[in-house]
Nanobody, 121 residues
Framework: QVQLVESGGGLVQAGGSLSLSCAAS????????MGWFRQAPGKERELVTAISRSGISTYYADSVKGRFTISRDNAKNTVSLQMNSLKPEDTAVYYCAAKSGDYMTLPYEYWGQGTQVTVAS
């Protein structure tokens, strides 16, 4: 089992950047595929980006391709999300998540508490 804690959310102007971090504790994060999900008010939670256990393979939703970058440091048990060129529609609560097995398949098993990202127009 793994525990996840996100940090780094906040308020930013459209076009700006934010970096989110997820710290894993308990079982080593290298045992898990990792992902970032987001949920905007009135909308379902969606997978934004994911990364394989090795860090070699990644997935990005079309809405964030070219703007967001996921990375992981298995030695430090952390996963990061660099968000550039932010848009108001990126406003949501962002969740770090982990799962055994393939990073591209749902569901994810473990979740952080979420961190708010607000992009002002």
């Amino acid at each position: 089992q793994v525990q996840l804690v996100e940090s780094g959310g906040g308020l930013v102007q459209a076009g700006g950047s934010l970096s989110l971090s997820c710290a894993a504790s308990g079982r080593s994060a290298r045992s898990y595929a990792m992902g970032w999900f987001r949920q905007a008010p009135g909308k379902e939670r969606e997978l934004v980006t994911a990364i394989s256990r090795s860090g070699i393979s990644t997935y990005y939703a079309d809405s964030v391709k070219g703007r967001f970058t996921i990375s992981r440091d298995n030695a430090k048990n952390t996963v990061s999300l660099q968000m550039n060129s932010l848009k108001p529609e990126d406003t949501a609560v962002y969740y770090c998540a982990a799962k055994s097995g393939d990073y591209m398949t749902l569901p994810y098993e473990y979740w952080g508490q979420g961190t708010q990202v607000t992009v002002a127009s």
